[in-house]
């Protein structure tokens, strides 16, 4: 949970991407 809150924040690039698309592509560029 917090690392996905970090992520959302943070800016993600490659692997780090698909991570936090993955864990929560709600709040991504999903819209």
């Known amino acids: 949970d917090v690392r996905t809150n970090v992520s959302i924040s943070q800016p993600k690039t490659g692997a780090?991407?698909?991570?936090d698309f993955d864990l929560s592509s709600d709040s991504d560029s999903e819209g």
């Open 16 to 19: 780090a991407k698909d991570l």
